[in-house]
């Protein structure tokens, strides 16, 4: 968490200019393709529950490195907790909305 990437004010680009985010866009590409790919020969559940897993274990670390020592690392559970669920609810909203306006182009098989 020390480099410049401010996650409040992630939103993927349409213009030409280049993108300050585009390493967290090819990042979030990255481990979406990998959970499509893992979905191929696993039930989609549990590649979910894993890829949440995985964020959540990162996370943890991300914390832990921020931390100068353990006692600031417990002091600082809960308000890292509130973050990352902030942050995460955040996006998932985000992403819930797009695919409610774009759902039959996602989905053209259930248009109807």
């Known amino acids: 968490m020390s480099d410049d990437f401010k ?4 939103s993927r680009q349409t213009s030409k200019e280049p993108d300050p985010n585009q390493k967290f866009w ?3 590409d990255d481990f979406i393709r990998l959970a499509n790919e893992a979905c191929k020969t696993a ?3 549990q590649v979910c529950a894993a890829i949440m897993y995985a964020a959540a274990r990162f996370n943890a670390f991300a914390a832990s490195v921020d931390a ?3 006692d600031v690392f417990k002091k600082e559970t809960d308000p ?3 973050y990352f669920r902030g ?3 955040k996006m998932l909203r985000e992403n819930l909305r797009d695919y ?3 759902f039959h182009k996602y989905h053209p098989e259930k248009n109807q």
């Open 7 to 10: 996650p409040k004010s992630i």
């Open 26 to 28: 090819d990042a979030a």
């Open 43 to 45: 039930d989609r559940g």
């Open 68 to 70: 100068p020592n353990l």
């Open 80 to 82: 890292a907790i509130k």
């Open 87 to 89: 942050e995460f609810e």
């Open 100 to 102: 409610t306006e774009n």
